[in-house]
């Protein structure tokens, strides 16, 4: 397993952007698929975006367009560019790592940052 350590949070305006990293530990990053989740009170874990190895990148319907998902494999780190903030993106964000293709579950993750908060004022 890795180890990952999310920073980047913070507050934002709507409408406003910010740029979450997840810097990963340990050897062969390249091989993961790395995925961003968030989670807001009350509510389940949800995916946000994924990378898998190669140039594959995928969204969840409600961030398509705003997000964009990229990784620096050299550096062990992905990242999650946000843009168009809404309120309703409001959520600690998490980031994850799993060996394989794809996954947009998170119990298809087998290891998980602390998390940073995002919060959207209106």
């Known amino acids: 397993q890795v180890q990952l350590v999310e920073s980047g949070g913070g507050l934002v305006q709507a409408g406003g952007s910010l740029r979450l990293s997840c810097a990963a530990s340990?050897?062969?990053?390249?091989?993961?698929?790395m995925g961003w989740f968030r989670q807001s009170p009350g509510k389940e874990r949800e995916f946000v975006a994924g990378?898998?190895?190669?140039?594959?990148?995928y969204y969840a319907d409600s961030v398509k367009g705003r997000f964009t998902i990229s990784r620096d494999n050299a550096k062990n780190t992905v990242y999650l560019q946000m843009n168009s903030l809404k309120p309703e993106d409001t959520a600690v964000y998490y980031c994850?790592?799993?060996?394989?293709?794809?996954?947009?579950?998170?119990?298809?993750?087998?290891?998980w940052g602390q998390g940073t908060q995002v919060t959207v004022s209106s």
């Open positions: 340990g050897r062969s990053f390249g091989i993961y698929t």
């Open positions: 994850a790592a799993r060996l394989g293709y794809g996954g947009s579950y998170p119990e298809d993750f087998g290891s």
């Open positions: 990378s898998s190895s190669g140039t594959n990148t």
